[in-house]
Structure formats: structure tokens, C-alpha cells
């Protein structure tokens, strides 16, 4: 099974969700991010009743730090490259079920380690992979 790492351009999208962290009414009720010409900031809303009884937002956007910047796009790069184990195995099983159906022991074997080479295989491919990507970043793997 091989992986595919799909690239976005982050310009001009963000993400706001719910503050769970609230602890004052002052707190924000929602925080995200997002990025604006090259920049990322932190987005802090407001639920809000106008004075007609109709609910808005009020937003604020502060200019991440550097190291916040660094931390976010490390965390990111990590979930992007991260293929759950659970999917490889059930794609694998998928896969060879055919051969199994042959039920011979020798047979069996034979499939065993030819799982076992398709594994090394799959495993140097993600780290090529991996190297290519962090490289094209300009970060040195």
C-alpha cells in the first residue's frame, strides 16, 4: 500500500472551533487560526446578541510568534505523514485474502514473507517519501 500526502495551500483558509478552555466571560468562545498573505495568525471570537436580537461574531486576529508558527507547521507536517496501522493492515489483508484461499501451509508461508518484504518495501518508500517532502521544504531530514 503506498501513501500519498495531499499538499493545500494554506492562503487564505483557517480553522475556528469551539474554546473549551473558557474560563471568564472575557475568554473568546471560539479559537483558530489562519493565514493571511504568508502570515499566520490566531483568531479569537466572540458570540455576541445585537441590540435587534440578531446573534454575530466579533473577531480578532493576533500575529503568531515564530516559535508558534514552527510548532504548528511541525505538528502538522507529523499528522500529514502519519498513516494509521489499523488501514495498512486492513488494506494488506484485502489484498492477499485471494491468496489465501489456496490453504496450503507452503502456500501460506510463501505469503508470509512475501508480506514481510511488501512491509520493508512500503516502509523505505514512506521515508523517501518523507526525505523528498521535508527537502522541498528546505528542512534538512
Not at 493571511?36 to 454575530?56: A, E, N, Q, R
Not at 486576529?61 to 515564530?66: I, V
Not at 516502509?123 to 534538512?140: H, M, N, R, V
Request: hydrophobic share 25%; with cysteine.
Amino acid at each position: 500500500m503506498t501513501t500519498t500526502t495531499k499538499k493545500y495551500n494554506d492562503e487564505l483558509y483557517g480553522i475556528l472551533g469551539m474554546n473549551n478552555a473558557k474560563q471568564k466571560d472575557t475568554h473568546p468562545d471560539r479559537r483558530g487560526r489562519c493565514m493571511i498573505k504568508g502570515i499566520w495568525y490566531w483568531m479569537s471570537g466572540w458570540d455576541k446578541i445585537s441590540s435587534t436580537g440578531s446573534s454575530y461574531s466579533s473577531l480578532a486576529f493576533t500575529e503568531m510568534t515564530r516559535s508558534e508558527v514552527d510548532k504548528y507547521i511541525t505538528a502538522k507536517r507529523e499528522s500529514e505523514r502519519q498513516v494509521p496501522v489499523s488501514a495498512y493492515i486492513e488494506e494488506n489483508q484485502k489484498v492477499h485474502s485471494a491468496s489465501y484461499s489456496h490453504s496450503s501451509s507452503t502456500q501460506q508461508q510463501i505469503n508470509s514473507s512475501s508480506d514481510s518484504d511488501k512491509q520493508k518495501t512500503t516502509k523505505s518508500k514512506t521515508k523517501a517519501k518523507q526525505q523528498e517532502e521535508f527537502e522541498e521544504d528546505g528542512i534538512p531530514f
